[in-house]
């Protein structure tokens, strides 16, 4: 038999290739070498300029994905999460700087636009699936790697307490699609707080837009994510004690040992 975790995605090479390098790359690498020597400034040899900058930043996470979708042989949602944002990040890009080396105006309110869409998609997708044959739920939280559901599910149909059973999916799917409502309203409030005075005029705004998405990038990982893994863990913890009561199954015995 084939073990199961030898496919399962590592999640600190998805934080570090996801997140933290793309950081440091818009952050060290984006200045342009003529620039800085229009400027009167040293060019360091790992400046490659703003565009090769983004190019790099954006292959990292793409190509991730790629590779994980070829040694997994089957679909991942987390990584088609972020392939998701990759493309929109790439295309937003291209469609904001212009040829003469400015940016649009309106960067600012498009870009935090795109990071507010993907949680906020996320949160209603989660909703309209509960009554679907695959309620998102179950990708994200109650799944087979977390609980016993097989168990679980036969000891609701013994005492016949289906309806007190999807009550209880349903609460946590609302718990759950919040937690993105929220992460979409503050994806939006971070974008702006990083680009106000942004002045997508100056011959350096390009190397500036790059620097304000890293930290707009490296920011949310930390002020956004943090909240929202508390919010599922939260989440988590109310549906295992909602079904302890309602199966009489030990916690430790509602999930899978580890």
């Given at each position: 038999m084939s073990n199961p975790k030898a496919t399962q995605e590592n999640p600190l090479a998805n934080i570090l290739i996801n997140v933290i390098i793309p950081v440091l790359i818009l952050s060290y690498l984006s200045k342009d070498p003529a620039l800085q020597e229009k400027l009167g400034k040293i060019a360091?040899?790992?400046?490659?300029?703003?565009?090769?900058?983004?190019?790099?930043?954006?292959?990292?996470?793409?190509?991730?994905?790629?590779?994980?979708?070829?040694?997994?042989?089957?679909?991942?949602?987390?990584?088609?999460?972020?392939?998701?944002?990759?493309?929109?990040?790439?295309?937003?890009?291209?469609?904001?700087?212009?040829?003469?080396?400015?940016?649009?105006p309106n960067a600012g309110i498009l870009f935090g636009v795109k990071e507010a869409l993907i949680p906020l998609v996320l949160g209603i997708a989660i909703l309209t699936s509960h009554r679907s044959p695959n309620p998102l739920i179950r990708a994200f939280l109650y799944n087979d790697s977390i609980f016993d559901v097989p168990k679980i599910e036969r000891r609701i149909a013994e005492i016949a307490a289906e309806k007190e059973y999807h009550e209880l999916l349903l609460g946590a799917t609302k718990l759950l699609a919040a937690s993105f409502f929220v992460s979409s309203l503050l994806n939006l409030g971070l974008a702006q707080w990083f680009f106000r005075g942004f002045d997508a005029h100056t011959i350096s705004a390009l190397e500036t837009y790059n620097a304000i998405i890293a930290k707009v990038t490296g920011w949310g990982f930390a002020v956004i994510g943090a909240p929202i893994l508390a919010c599922i863990f939260f989440t988590l913890q109310r549906l295992l004690k909602g079904l302890e009561k309602l199966t009489g199954i030990k916690s430790d015995d509602l999930m899978l040992p580890r």
């Open positions: 360091k040899p790992w400046h490659i300029g703003p565009h090769k900058a983004m190019v790099l930043a954006l292959i990292l996470p793409l190509g991730y994905g790629i590779w994980h979708y070829i040694k997994t042989r089957k679909g991942n949602l987390f990584s088609a999460l972020g392939l998701a944002s990759v493309l929109l990040s790439g295309g937003l890009t291209v469609y904001l700087w212009n040829a003469n080396g400015t940016v649009k």
